[in-house]
């Protein structure tokens, strides 16, 4: 009667691991040919982070479907399964209203960072009272930075167009 060593232990975990294996019949699965592939593409915030706008997202569509030679072989990033372009963040109207009444657009080039303009009369900096607009109206409709994305609607029909 002596303790299990640590092969031992080892040896009977892959014993009933290979055991519970072979208990079970192969999952079942739809052959629908989707989703035999993750989900592929290309997000914005890593290469451009707050610096984005409509002509960025296009360019971007323009270069999943550009062809480059591979191999002696025209192909795009298409042709290889990223089909997606994403717009993380900064579509979306964030407009702080300082307590003073000073309006910062979300477009303004700091406007996660630079409260300047928030100040109080003897020229202190102040957020006290300040606060950022809700992302979406009353309805539930999202408010879209029309400065950086004029025609955010314009913008995804061309995506779908380009395949």
Same mark, same amino acid.
């Given at each position: 009667?002596?303790?299990?060593?640590?092969?031992?232990?080892?040896?009977?975990?892959?014993?009933?691991?290979?055991?519970?294996?072979?208990?079970?019949?192969?999952?079942?699965?739809?052959?629908?040919?989707?989703?035999?592939?993750?989900?592929?593409?290309? +997000?914005?915030?890593?290469?451009?982070?707050?610096?984005?706008?409509?002509?960025?997202?296009? +360019?971007?569509?323009?270069?999943?479907?550009?062809?480059?030679?591979?191999?002696?072989?025209?192909?795009?990033?298409?042709?290889?399964?990223?089909?997606?372009?994403?717009?993380?963040?900064?579509?979306?109207?964030?407009?702080?209203?300082?307590?003073?009444?000073?309006?910062?657009?979300?477009?303004?080039?700091?406007?996660?960072?630079?409260?300047?303009?928030? =100040?109080?009369?003897?020229?202190?900096?102040?957020? =006290?009272?300040?606060?950022?607009?809700?992302?979406?109206?009353?309805?539930?409709?999202?408010?879209?930075?029309?400065?950086?994305?004029?025609?955010?609607?314009?913008?995804?029909?061309?995506?779908?167009?380009?395949?």
């Amino acid at each position: 009667n002596h303790p299990a060593s640590i092969e031992d232990m080892i040896r009977c975990c892959v014993f009933f691991a290979l055991l519970l294996l072979h208990s079970y019949d192969h999952a079942a699965c739809v052959d629908n040919g989707i989703g035999l592939t993750p989900p592929m593409g290309w +997000r914005h915030w890593k290469a451009f982070y707050a610096n984005v706008d409509q002509s960025v997202i296009e +360019r971007m569509q323009d270069e999943m479907v550009k062809k480059y030679e591979v191999d002696g072989v025209p192909t795009s990033l298409s042709d290889l399964g990223y089909i997606y372009v994403g717009l993380d963040d900064h579509w979306q109207n964030c407009t702080r209203i300082c307590a003073n009444g000073t309006v910062i657009p979300s477009w303004y080039k700091h406007n996660d960072f630079d409260y300047q303009s928030c =100040t109080n009369p003897d020229g202190a900096t102040n957020n =006290t009272g300040s606060f950022v607009q809700p992302w979406h109206e009353a309805d539930g409709t999202p408010r879209i930075d029309t400065h950086r994305f004029p025609d955010l609607k314009r913008m995804n029909m061309r995506a779908h167009r380009l395949g």
